[in-house]
């Protein structure tokens, strides 16, 4: 069962993304002209998603994917395109019907089925591979650990996702303020040490078939987040 703590952030970033801020993800996931700040984030989260998309087989034809907090869609309409059957899950309906919109008429060998709701729901299947881009990193420890848990238990091999780094250039951004105006700022993130991270996942009893693979952190003005692999042993 999940705790109070993460239901209760569910239900804040749910509101955030699905109607205080749906016009700016909109904008900032296009391809429109946006804010320097903005040009920044936009900037990291291409390089995190084709980090990410780096950490799966380059042939995905015949894989399944769980894309887990897809947003309007981007890295899933990637992985469709090197022929995986990809099932991707955001809690906003908004976002999800900007990636329906935004769905290209051709994906080659793949597919793509979107649907609001719980990226944890286990009726969602099994897949090979499951990817959670910045959709864990609003979370505390314990619940992100949990989270992870749940993920793994629909993967067969390998959870890949981000979490924001505990650094001082971060600590500092938070401190001054948030990328976005405070009208559609972000719920918080909550940043991590790697240390910690790894220890929660050594420590959690759902986690002891699974290992930390590789990592890499991107770093672009304001937008800084680690990607990382979760392998089955």
């Excluded at 799966?56 to 887990?68: K, V």
């Excluded at 699974?210 to 089955?232: D, T």
Aim: with cysteine.
């Amino acid at each position: 069962m999940m705790s109070n703590s993460y239901l209760d952030r569910r239900s804040e970033i749910e509101t955030y993304f699905d109607r205080t801020a749906a016009h700016t993800w909109q904008k900032l996931t296009s391809d429109a002209p946006v804010s320097g700040i903005r040009a920044t984030v936009r900037a990291g989260r291409d390089r995190m998603r084709s980090t990410l998309l780096s950490f799966l087989p380059d042939d995905l034809r015949g894989a399944r994917i769980l894309d887990a907090g897809c947003g309007t869609g981007a890295l899933a309409v990637e992985a469709a395109r090197r022929g995986a059957a990809v099932t991707a899950v955001d809690i906003s309906p908004t976002l999800i019907g900007i990636a329906k919109e935004r769905l290209p008429e051709k994906l080659g060998h793949g597919r793509i089925h979107f649907i609001a709701g719980d990226m944890l729901d286990k009726r969602h299947g099994t897949f090979d591979h499951v990817v959670a881009m910045d959709s864990l990193i609003h979370y505390s420890l314990p619940d992100m650990v949990t989270m992870l848990a749940r993920l793994a238990e629909m993967s067969r091999s390998g959870v890949h996702f981000t979490y924001a780094p505990r650094t001082p250039a971060l600590a500092a951004m938070h401190f001054v303020g948030k990328a976005f105006p405070r009208s559609d700022r972000s719920p918080r993130i909550v940043p991590h040490a790697t240390t910690a991270l790894y220890k929660g996942i050594s420590r959690s009893e759902h986690l002891g078939g699974w290992r930390p693979g590789r990592n890499v952190r991107v770093s672009s003005g304001f937008y800084i987040s680690h990607a990382q692999e979760l392998k089955r042993t």
